[in-house]
């Protein structure tokens, strides 16, 4: 013991108590600069807005049900000019062969093409992002040309994201075969959006949006059919005539939650309402599971119901039975179901062109469609009882993905 | 007896109004901190973790359902004959 009432200790058992010492400071240190450095880099990446990473993504897509088969390429481009400007560019293209129920019934099958140009330019300033684009989408007998404006803003400590849109949309409608027919209609679109971060594991997201149209809203070439006893068949067929407004709002509620060994679960609920007296609501469950560093897989179900629109009938009883008249299925009284499956392979780096992050991807959706008042007129059956329609469709997506 | 109750009730009442209002004078910190994040940072995370494939199948339902908007992508074009 020394004078203090200290044991006593021989030199080199200070040295090493000193070192030791030392090296929990420096090891305390170099933890309390780790967890600075951590909290800086998720402080900058989650305080400060930034741009999206430039990406470009090439795609096949192909959807295959009803007597329809329409597929074709897609190219995503996303670069950023500067740290406050990205630029985008998409192109897609529609290769359609049509044979479904409602063409095979009245018309004969065809075939047509439609193409797809967009371009954008993003905008942040601070906390806020501005987006505006130009769409043009063109096919024989449709020329539809759009501007959309979009405006978001991170606050409350970037707990939340409010955002609002406009889109506007003018059309130009044509019917193959008639040279003289030309119809014009306008969309206009207004939404907003709140999205928030309740927990550390849970964010969530409402979404609004208003949609109007007028206009020439038919589709030119569809029929509906009326019972008539003047001819042999007791069916007669005319054009389909709807309200020349429309107007729809939409609501949507997200969740995306973190699973505590690294998988995700992302739940979906639409509303959706319409002047044409249509209801409808979808609802939609998916889960993302990485296993390791190179492969995620993807689960989804879906489940989308409307009721008809007020003028819809399958069968009128007599010709101009009333002011508005259609028969197209996608106006009856559905419901689908999709199932879906996705795969995403991440390429290892050495695999990768100028070490480049990349990804190659497959999706797979199967979608079962039933009407409940709309009947197959191919079917054998007596008119107006003939069985009601329903079919399956595959949808695939596969994509490459490269972040530069 | 009834008097009592109703001044009772009327003082607990106005009681957690005021702690209610108290309550809500105080500024609302954001409670997750930005060193919490990092769970919903993750990229598996993302809603629009493929967007060219987000745009497909928005269009997909698009053409096949009545309903339209507030998918978060922007809809429009044909293909639905």
């Given at each position: 013991?020394?004078?203090?009432?200290?044991?006593?200790?021989?030199?080199?058992?200070?040295?090493?108590?000193?070192?030791?010492?030392?090296?929990?400071?420096?090891?305390?240190?170099?933890?309390?600069?780790?967890?600075?450095?951590?909290?800086?880099?998720?402080?900058?990446?989650?305080?400060?807005?930034?741009?999206?990473?430039?990406?470009?993504?090439?795609?096949?897509?192909?959807?295959?049900?009803?007597?329809?088969?329409?597929?074709?390429?897609?190219?995503?481009?996303?670069?950023?000019?500067?740290?406050?400007?990205?630029?985008?560019?998409?192109?897609?293209?529609?290769?359609?062969?049509?044979?479904?129920?409602?063409?095979?019934?009245?018309?004969?099958?065809?075939?047509?093409?439609?193409?797809?140009?967009?371009?954008?330019?993003?905008?942040?300033?601070?906390?806020?992002?501005?987006?505006?684009?130009?769409?043009?989408?063109?096919?024989?007998?449709?020329?539809?040309?759009?501007?959309?404006?979009?405006?978001?803003?991170?606050?409350?400590?970037?707990?939340?994201?409010?955002?609002?849109?406009?889109?506007?949309?003018?059309?130009?409608?044509?019917?193959?075969?008639?040279?003289?027919?030309?119809?014009?209609?306008?969309?206009?679109?207004?939404?907003?959006?709140?999205?928030?971060?309740?927990?550390?594991?849970?964010?969530?997201?409402?979404?609004?949006?208003?949609?109007?149209?007028?206009?020439?809203?038919?589709?030119?070439?569809?029929?509906?059919?009326?019972?008539?006893?003047?001819?042999?068949?007791?069916?007669?067929?005319?054009?389909?005539?709807?309200?020349?407004?429309?107007?729809?709002?939409?609501?949507?509620?997200?969740?995306?939650?973190?699973l505590?060994y690294r998988a995700a679960?992302?739940?979906?609920?639409?509303?959706?309402?319409?002047?044409?007296?249509?209801?409808?609501?979808?609802?939609?469950?998916?889960y993302r599971h990485p296993f390791g560093k190179t492969v995620e897989l993807e689960?989804?179900?879906?489940?989308?119901?409307?009721?008809?629109?007020?003028?819809?009938?399958?069968?009128?009883?007599?010709?101009?039975?009333?002011?508005?008249?259609?028969?197209?299925?996608?106006?009856?009284?559905?419901?689908?179901?999709?199932?879906?499956?996705g795969v995403t392979y991440l390429i290892p780096k050495q695999f990768s062109?100028?070490?480049?992050r990349s990804e190659v991807s497959l999706?797979?959706?199967?979608?079962?469609?039933?009407?409940?008042?709309?009947?197959?007129?191919?079917?054998?059956?007596?008119?107006?009882?003939?069985?009601?329609?329903?079919?399956?469709?595959?949808?695939?997506?596969?994509?490459?993905?490269?972040?530069? | 007896?009834?008097?009592?109750?109703?001044?009772?009730?009327?003082?607990?009442?106005?009681?957690?109004?005021?702690?209610?209002?108290?309550?809500?004078?105080?500024?609302?910190?954001?409670?997750?901190?930005?060193?919490?994040?990092?769970?919903?940072?993750d990229p598996i995370?993302?809603?629009?973790r493929?967007?060219?494939?987000?745009?497909?199948?928005?269009?997909?339902?698009?053409?096949?359902?009545?309903?339209?908007?507030?998918?978060?992508?922007?809809?429009?074009?044909?293909?639905?004959?």
């Open positions: 013991m020394n004078q203090l009432g200290e044991p006593k200790v021989p030199g080199e058992v200070v040295v090493a108590v000193i070192n030791k010492a030392n090296k929990a400071n420096y090891a305390k240190s170099r933890q309390s600069f780790l967890c600075l450095l951590i909290w800086l880099v998720f402080s900058l990446s989650l305080q400060a807005a930034v741009l999206e990473e430039d990406r470009a993504d090439v795609l096949y897509h192909s959807y295959d049900g009803g007597g329809m088969k329409i597929d074709g390429p897609a190219i995503l481009l996303r670069k950023k000019a500067s740290e406050s400007v990205a630029l985008s560019a998409y192109y897609y293209v529609d290769t359609i062969s049509s044979a479904s129920v409602d063409v095979l019934s009245t018309a004969s099958a065809y075939s047509e093409e439609r193409q797809e140009g967009q371009l954008g330019i993003e905008y942040l300033h601070d906390k806020t992002t501005m987006a505006l684009s130009i769409r043009q989408s063109d096919e024989d007998d449709y020329l539809a040309n759009s501007v959309n404006f979009n405006v978001s803003h991170d606050t409350f400590g970037d707990l939340t994201n409010l955002s609002l849109g406009l889109a506007f949309s003018d059309n130009e409608i044509r019917r193959n075969g008639d040279d003289l027919f030309e119809e014009q209609s306008q969309q206009y679109r207004i939404r907003a959006g709140i999205s928030q971060i309740l927990t550390k594991n849970l964010s969530i997201a409402l979404n609004i949006e208003s949609v109007a149209d007028e206009g020439y809203l038919n589709n030119p070439y569809r029929t509906v059919r009326y019972i008539d006893s003047s001819v042999p068949a007791g069916v007669g067929y005319q054009s389909e005539v709807y309200p020349n407004t429309r107007n729809s709002f939409s609501t949507k509620l997200s969740a995306s939650y973190y505590p679960l992302f739940l979906h609920y639409r509303h959706f309402s319409d002047s044409w007296k249509i209801d409808a609501n979808d609802i939609e469950l998916s689960l989804k179900v879906r489940y989308y119901q409307q009721t008809q629109a007020s003028f819809y009938s399958d069968l009128f009883s007599h010709q101009n039975a009333q002011n508005f008249l259609a028969r197209d299925k996608e106006l009856s009284d559905f419901d689908d179901l999709t199932l879906g499956l062109i100028s070490d480049w999706q797979w959706d199967y979608i079962t469609f039933n009407y409940n008042n709309f009947r197959d007129p191919t079917a054998e059956g007596a008119l107006g009882e003939e069985p009601l329609y329903g079919f399956s469709a595959h949808v695939i997506r596969a994509f490459f993905s490269v972040y530069f | 007896m009834l008097t009592n109750y109703f001044t009772r009730a009327l003082f607990i009442a106005f009681s957690t109004s005021l702690l209610a209002l108290t309550g809500c004078a105080q500024p609302i910190e954001p409670w997750v901190k930005p060193y919490e994040r990092q769970n919903l940072a995370m993302r809603t629009n493929h967007p060219i494939a987000n745009m497909h199948i928005a269009h997909v339902y698009e053409a096949r359902e009545s309903a339209r908007g507030a998918e978060g992508t922007g809809g429009g074009g044909c293909g639905c004959n």
